[in-house]
Nanobody, 124 residues
Framework: VQLQASGGGLVQDGGSLRLSCEAS????????MGWFRQAPGKEREFVAA????????YYADSVKGRFTISRDNVKNTVDLQMNSLKPEDTAVYYC??????????????????WGQGTQVTVSS
């Protein structure tokens, strides 16, 4: 399993960024995918998740209405569009895959494969 995240960077308060995660080494269309983040000195937290069919989406309350998760089961990618970014969104963002196929979850412990992370910094 390989998950390669990209798209992070430095943006001003209120700006936008789009993160992308390219997956390989497994049957992508059978697994729920998610994004998590970890800010300095804080625990990793759930951001968003999308089940294998991509019909339903789950979001943390802190990003609801600002972030949109999407997936392309042909290109094997999962993206996170982040709008109206705030300084408190500053963190390393990780793409992740659940352990088992056809299982939905927003709990970090149910995700068993993680990408290398991409830094998002929002300046005030």
């Amino acid at each position: 399993v390989q998950l390669q995240a990209s798209g992070g960077g430095l943006v001003q308060d209120g700006g936008s960024l789009r993160l992308s995660c390219e997956a390989s080494g497994f049957a992508f269309s059978n697994y729920q995918m998610g994004w998590f983040r970890q800010a300095p000195g804080k625990e990793r937290e759930f951001v968003a998740a999308i089940p294998w069919r991509g019909i339903t989406r789950y979001y943390a309350d802190s990003v609801k209405g600002r972030f949109t998760i999407s997936r392309d089961n042909v290109k094997n990618t999962v993206d996170l569009q982040m709008n109206s970014l705030k300084p408190e969104d500053t963190a390393v963002y990780y793409c992740a895959r659940v352990v088992r196929p056809y299982v939905g979850s927003t709990r970090g412990r149910d995700f068993g494969s993680w990408g290398q992370g991409t830094q998002v910094t929002v300046s005030s």
